[in-house]
């Protein structure tokens, strides 16, 4: 039995919304990733600031070595000499920063005090870098005796002793700067060439001291104080320094 003529219901077909996609080929889809990378213009102030924040550290290291090396390259003058340690404080540039009478020596100011995590680390890793060249070094430790605080603050001209950061180096009398100068050096090779000359010493340790280059003083036993039989009480030693310690005298040539 044939159905009856009429009009078939029609088919609804279900469209997905278009997307905005609406290149005819491939060729376009490198301008569409170029729109999406571009900022809009709104952020575009923010994204060139963002751009400008990030600076090549390696450039900042080869200028710093170049500073350093150009202090090299010329001679000491004696009017940028510092002043003798007793002359008042007197704040002189970094170039023109000096110790006189170690033309012939490496010194390192540091500590050998943990107080400062930082501080104990950057002063080790200087001392193990200049040693692991071999070569004789003066170092100084301000937590042993603080005279050697007073002459690196007249030295740098610091009148705060918060203001004076740690380790300080001096090579052949001059200032090379503190951790992040001796780093960038020994990084791109310079710092061998800088120390080359100066005496070598054996690798290990005085056997009377122990590398300390300190020992307790003989004539108060390491107190600091003595006793005056004629009725004055106690007085201070005169020989030894504040904590009753002398230089050691197989290692150590100057006078405290």
Avoid at 56 to 82: D, G, T, Y
Avoid at 157 to 169: D, H, I, N
Avoid at 178 to 201: C, D, N, S, Y
Wanted: net charge positive; aromatic share 8%.
């Amino acid at each position: 039995m044939w159905l009856p003529w009429g009009k078939s219901p029609r088919k609804t077909i279900m469209r997905t919304p278009s997307s905005n996609f609406s290149l005819s080929s491939f060729k376009g889809i490198q301008s569409l990733i170029q729109d999406e990378e571009t900022p809009p213009p709104s952020n575009q102030y923010h994204y060139s600031q963002q751009i400008q924040i990030k600076k090549p550290s390696i450039f900042h290291r080869v200028r710093v070595a170049r500073s350093v090396l150009r202090s090299f390259s010329c001679p000491i003058q004696p009017e940028l000499l510092i002043p003798h340690l007793d002359s008042p404080n007197v704040t002189t540039p970094t170039s023109a920063i000096s110790l006189p009478g170690t033309e012939t020596r490496i010194v390192v100011y540091f500590t050998s005090l943990r107080i400062v995590r930082k501080t104990f680390e950057d002063c080790r890793t200087v001392r193990t870098i200049l040693k692991g060249f071999r070569i004789s070094i003066d170092e100084r430790d301000l937590s042993m005796d603080a005279g050697f605080l007073e002459e690196l603050q007249q030295i740098l001209g610091v009148k705060k002793k918060s203001q004076l950061a740690l380790p300080r180096v001096f090579i052949g009398g001059r200032y090379i700067g503190g951790a992040e100068e001796v780093r960038q050096l020994h990084e791109i090779g310079e710092l061998k060439k800088i120390v080359e000359g100066f005496p070598t010493v054996e690798p290990g340790v005085c056997d009377h001291c122990g590398g300390y280059r300190f020992v307790l003083c003989d004539h108060c036993n390491g107190s600091h104080k003595i006793f005056m039989e004629k009725g004055s009480g106690f007085r201070s030693c005169l020989i030894c320094n504040e904590n009753g310690l002398i230089k050691c005298p197989s290692c150590t040539s100057a006078p405290l």
